[in-house]
């Protein structure tokens, strides 16, 4: 599996930063358009395959905060910088207008990791059918 990040200046202190925005098949079917979005649970495990890939930045910017909007705390991306929540939002809605203009590649793919097929199905299909959304 790909996944893959979008640079993006933060709200906050202006620095780009990367935030963890898609997952995508390193060998995708026929059927494979369009990238699946990051949720809570995708970053719980995109946490240690980062760390391990040499991303500690990037993994520790991977953490519970506070969101307004959301009413509640949850596992988000933030500045690698600050670490201000990026939120899902605005990530999701910047990464689904570059992959319409120019495809999946025009996120930048952080590493290729080995998945196992009952994790990617998880995120293609969910626990009751209803997978995680995708970035178009």
């Known amino acids: 599996m790909r996944i893959l990040a979008l640079r993006r200046?933060?709200?906050?202190?202006?620095?780009?930063?990367?935030?963890?925005?898609?997952?995508?098949?390193?060998?995708?079917?026929?059927?494979?358009?369009?990238?699946?979005?990051?949720?809570?649970?995708?970053?719980?495990?995109?946490?240690?395959?980062?760390e391990d890939a040499g991303f500690p930045r990037l993994a520790g910017a991977i953490k519970p905060r506070w969101s307004s909007t959301a009413g509640e705390r949850y596992l988000s991306s933030g500045c690698e910088h600050c670490g201000a929540l990026q939120?899902?939002?605005?990530?999701?809605?910047?990464?689904?207008?570059?992959?319409?203009?120019?495809?999946?590649?025009?996120?930048?793919?952080?590493?290729?990791?080995?998945?196992?097929t009952p994790v990617w199905q998880r995120v293609v299909h969910g626990e009751h059918g209803d997978g995680g959304t995708l970035l178009m």
């Open 87 to 116: 939120g899902d939002f605005p990530v999701d809605e910047e990464a689904s207008d570059l992959v319409r203009a120019d495809g999946v590649d025009a996120l930048e793919t952080l590493l290729v990791a080995d998945v196992p």
């Open 9 to 50: 200046e933060c709200w906050k202190c202006g620095e780009t930063t990367a935030c963890v925005a898609g997952l995508y098949p390193q060998r995708p079917s026929r059927t494979d358009y369009w990238a699946r979005s990051v949720d809570e649970t995708s970053r719980a495990w995109i946490k240690p395959l980062l």
